[in-house]
């Protein structure tokens, strides 16, 4: 199974395009960032298995086939918030759980300041939602503390990426798989992508954007 997955599909497309517009407000941000969430949830979840269950439909019975998977939803705090509501209203019998990271200004290394993963049963798929994917520390420590609670089938959702935070996620953890609406061209000394969108949870909860 291919490690990346760049999704095309043209309403993703378009809803990022609106998301990078530094006139888009915090209300339109959040409908926006919903609706690029829900195409790629639902490519993300392509290769959830099936299993055969009975139905009695209003003509007959016959067979159909029904998620068979266990899935556990972790948005990353905060900007990952904005991707849950779109992943839970197509896998409403998901688990979710949260982490909280913060990035040192000085470093771009990330700081975890909130720990709520639960044990994960093996094979059980894991979504971790965040909307960017800078540096990839963040990515790659939230990654391994998700290991550490047993997760052996990850999965990385992001709207947009760097080929360097790219590149770091899957030196670290091989076995993850990405799906990326975009992969943009480079991160600034900051730390933030290019062209990119600013900072998602910012922009997100209406904080002042810090635009040049």
Same mark, same amino acid.
């Given at each position: 199974?291919?490690r990346l997955?760049q999704?095309?599909?043209?309403?993703?497309?378009?809803r990022?395009?609106?998301?990078?517009?530094?006139t888009?407000?915090?209300?339109?941000?959040?409908?926006?960032l919903?609706e690029?969430?829900?195409?790629?949830?639902?490519e993300?979840?392509?290769?959830l298995a099936?299993?055969p269950? &009975?139905v #009695?439909?209003p003509m007959?019975e016959?067979?159909g %086939?029904?998620?068979?998977?266990?899935?556990? =939803?972790? $948005?990353i !705090?905060?900007?990952?918030l904005g991707?849950?509501?779109s992943?839970?209203?197509l896998l409403?019998?998901?688990a979710v759980s949260?982490v909280g990271?913060?990035r040192?200004e000085e470093?771009l290394? &990330?700081? #975890?300041y909130?720990?709520?993963?639960?044990a994960? %049963?093996p094979?059980?798929?894991?979504?971790? =939602?965040? $909307?960017? !994917?800078?540096?990839g520390?963040?990515a790659?420590a939230v990654?391994?503390?998700?290991q550490?609670?047993g997760?052996?089938?990850l999965c990385l959702?992001c709207c947009?990426a760097?080929?360097e935070?790219?590149?770091?996620v899957?030196?670290?953890?091989p076995?993850?798989?990405?799906?990326?609406?975009?992969?943009d061209?480079?991160?600034n000394?900051?730390?933030?992508l290019?062209p990119g969108?600013g900072?998602?949870?910012?922009?997100?909860f209406?904080?002042?954007?810090?635009f040049?």
């Open positions: 199974m291919p997955h999704v095309q599909h043209p309403i993703l497309l378009d990022i395009t609106r998301l990078r517009d530094r888009t407000d915090p209300r339109l941000f959040v409908h926006l919903e690029a969430s829900f195409v790629l949830a639902v993300a979840t392509r290769d099936l299993q269950v &009975p #009695v439909t007959e016959t067979q %086939p029904i998620l068979a998977d266990s899935v556990v =939803l972790v $948005p !705090l905060r900007a990952g991707m849950l509501r992943f839970r209203s409403p019998q998901a949260f990271a913060l040192e470093t290394e &990330p700081s #975890v909130l720990d709520r993963i639960a994960i %049963p094979d059980t798929c894991v979504f971790l =939602l965040d $909307p960017m !994917l800078a540096t520390g963040t790659t990654l391994t503390l998700l550490k609670r997760a052996n089938r959702v947009l760097s080929p935070g790219i590149r770091r899957h030196e670290s953890h076995e993850s798989v990405i799906y990326v609406g975009a992969i061209r480079e991160l000394r900051q730390g933030f290019l969108l900072d998602a949870g910012d922009r997100l209406g904080a002042c954007p810090s040049p």
